[in-house]
């Protein structure tokens, strides 16, 4: 399974007790079932106060962090994903990096980067 946005993010920078954005670093992490149950259960069992002081959480995500990281426990228990690959983009990112798969794939032609915006051809 691939967390794209803000709670995977948040989950990684946890993960990896850094409050640095490093999106090569950020992208490196996988989490495993158990750390993502893990990381629910310290913050379900932490009050708000105590959650703030945690290293990756920013504080202002520090409310909603327990329901995101019960939302992707729950996602990955449901569909069977053992564990969790950390994206910094987005979902637009994937559709082009899926489309250009399918296209090698199919030995077409590439697509260019602007395809999304103009649905220009490639020349």
């Known amino acids: 399974m691939v967390a ?3 709670m995977g993010c948040i989950l990684a920078k946890m993960e990896m007790c850094n409050d640095d954005f490093d999106r090569e670093e950020m ?3 996988k ?3 158990d750390s993502v149950t893990g990381w629910g259960k310290r913050l379900w069992g932490l009050p708000l106060g105590k959650r703030r002081e945690i290293t990756g959480l920013p504080t202002n995500r520090a409310d909603i962090a327990l329901y995101g990281s ?3 426990e729950q996602i990955m228990r449901r569909f069977g994903f ?3 690959q950390v994206s910094t983009r987005g979902i ?3 559709l082009f990096a899926d489309l250009i ?3 090698k794939r199919l030995a077409k032609k590439p697509v260019c980067a602007n395809f999304f915006l103009h649905r220009c ?3």
């Open 82 to 84: 053992a564990s969790m």
């Open 27 to 29: 992208e490196a992490v």
């Open 101 to 103: 798969t399918q296209q």
């Open 4 to 6: 794209s946005g803000g």
């Open 92 to 94: 637009r990112f994937g």
């Open 121 to 123: 051809p490639v020349v």
């Open 31 to 33: 989490l495993p079932l």
């Open 70 to 72: 019960l939302i992707y």
